[in-house]
């Protein structure tokens, strides 16, 4: 079964086209949006819509050329439906709709962070070879934080999120206290690893104390917030040790939650998906995890075609025909 799915939950348009029978993906594309938004300092909704509304067909477009296929091509098309901006999601839900209507063909909605969650799949399932279940999975990105258990192919439990602010947010906050543009993510993850020396790892910005499976962020905001008006942040040395610093308290709270949750469940694997799952100190200090690949671990369409395939083969969900109410998924 060939699947076109569409993930608009943010600021990437995202298209992919995967085949089941082999589970290989037949293409990818994903555009970004994060250059309009840099004068704005974060993602302002409404813009974020109007551009998905210009690249989405050019997405679509593209991914059919690159895999050298046609919409009539596809059996199914999948679309992300929740959680994310309202707007942004709409424009991809209205679209998918238009073209299973256009064609004739099914189409069924599904959930973004059930998506990051089995996107550890994605590389293994054509070798056959993922990580072996039960997973304790940690879904880390700009808008969650969550902690899950994973038993098998669509079989799982969430444990605990964050109270307030998602680590990547956290990222983007301390980022934008120093000056830096968004997303400041991946620049405080090249800065550091470029730059920071172990000394200037060592401010003591709060480790969270809330309990069991549960993250907390917004303190660490604050501390950066009052540091940062008694720093001189002309002075490079001093930046880079506020951002170094702030990165090690939130991959440190990372870290210590998910090997708390993955210790109670015995020979249960640690896997990290979502942006944040880029962070290279991350992925060195958690070395025993099984990470995707960046473009699998930030926002992409394959993760939702995927995702789709599986509640195809495991009988959970049929393509059904075209009607005005879709599938739900991923009730959490
Ligand atoms: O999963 P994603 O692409 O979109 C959401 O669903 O939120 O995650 C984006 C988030 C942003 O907050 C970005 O700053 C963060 O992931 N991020 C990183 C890195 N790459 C992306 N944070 C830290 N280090 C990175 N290398
Ligand atoms: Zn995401």
Known sequence: MKILAVDTSCDDSCVAIINTQDWVILSESVFSHTEPMKKFGGIVPEIASREHLKALPLAVETSLKKAGLSLSDMDWFAVTHRPGLIGALLVGLSYVKALAFATGKPFSVFNHIEGHLFSPLLITLEKQEGPAFPWTALVVSGGHTELFQVNGILDYQWLGGTLDDAAGEAFDKVGKLVGLPYPAGPLIDRLVREKATEEDRKIPFPRPKVEGNQFSFSGLK????????????????????????????????????????????????????????????????????HFPAPRHCTDNAAMVALLAGLYEKTGKLTPAPWTTTAHSTGDF
């Not at 940062?228 to 880079?240: M, P, R, T």
């Not at 709270?253 to 962070?279: D, F, H, M, W, Y």
Request: aromatic content about 0%; proline content about 1%; glycine content about 4%.
């Open 222 to 289: 604050t501390a950066v917030a009052l540091k940062v008006q008694k720093a001189n942040l002309e002075n490079e040395k001093e930046k880079i040790a506020i951002l170094a610093s702030a990165q090690e308290a939130i991959v440190d709270t990372l870290c210590e939650k998910t090997r708390l949750a993955a210790a109670q469940v015995p020979g249960s694997r640690i896997v990290v998906t979502g942006g944040v799952a880029c962070n290279s100190h991350l992925r060195e200090k958690l070395s025993e995890a």
